[in-house]
């Protein structure tokens, strides 16, 4: 199983700054099979990046993906104060998935 | 656009089956892969597996022994069926679209094990 840890657990951040959480996997990780979900209290995930790099329909610019092999990094340009939430990192392989444990992106 | 919704039991007993069905509209559950992803209340989230309409399924290893994800094609609709439930599988439970990522969710269900 592929394990993967997001760092850090809790980023403190003013609006308008530059966030950026990352995603390492025990193992190597197609780029292909790597997403990142946004997620807020009472709602259900909601898909931001696949394949690494793609932006989700819908999703802003100023969430972006990039990363290969092992590290994978979700970049926010400019906090809005709707980014405020949870995300999670997911790869998928070997017909398996499994999600990091989430990275908190709070108002400071 | 896909919409998919789950119903089933809040409440299950220990040892008991828990059982779930998510029904899709907005598009043929014989186009895509369904999944089906948990998280137990303040924690992360655990994929728990997912089917094609074929029946092709997968399944979370830890679960896989307990778990049975079938789908009904004439109803547009997938299940979950999780066997000998204990506390630990309290969770929100979730449907979803995609076999390699989520894309689509259903809003969740929460699904208390208590006697």
């Known amino acids: 199983e592929i394990v993967l840890t997001q760092s850090p657990g809790t980023l403190s951040l003013s609006p308008g700054e530059r966030a950026t959480l990352s995603c390492r996997a025990s193992?190597?990780?197609?780029?292909?099979?790597l997403a990142w979900y946004q997620q807020k209290p009472g709602q259900a995930p909601r898909l931001l990046i696949y394949?690494?790099?793609s932006r989700a329909t819908g999703i802003p610019d100023r969430f972006s993906g990039s990363g290969s092999g092992t590290d994978f990094t979700l970049t926010i340009s400019r906090v809005e104060p709707e980014d405020f939430a949870v995300y999670y990192c997911?790869?998928?392989?070997?017909?398996?998935?499994?999600f990091g444990q989430g990275t908190k992106v709070e108002i400071k | 656009q896909v919409h998919l919704q789950e119903s089933g039991p809040g409440l299950v007993k220990p040892s008991e089956t828990l059982s779930l069905t998510c029904t899709v509209s907005?598009?043929?559950?014989?186009?895509?892969?369904w999944s089906w992803i948990r998280q137990p209340p303040g924690k992360g989230l655990e994929w728990v597996g997912y089917?094609?309409?074929?029946?092709?399924?997968s399944s979370n290893p830890s679960l896989k022994s307990r778990v049975t994800i079938s789908v009904d094609t004439s109803k547009n609709q997938f299940s979950l069926r999780l066997s000998s439930v204990t506390a630990a599988d309290t969770a929100v439970y979730y449907c979803a679209k995609g076999s390699v990522y989520a894309d689509y969710w259903g809003q969740g269900t929460l699904v208390t094990v208590s006697s």
């Open positions: 907005g598009g043929s559950i014989t186009t895509f892969y």
């Open positions: 089917i094609f309409f074929d029946g092709n399924t």
């Open positions: 193992q190597s990780v197609s780029s292909t099979y």
């Open positions: 997911q790869q998928y392989g070997s017909s398996q998935w499994t």
């Open positions: 394949g690494a790099s």
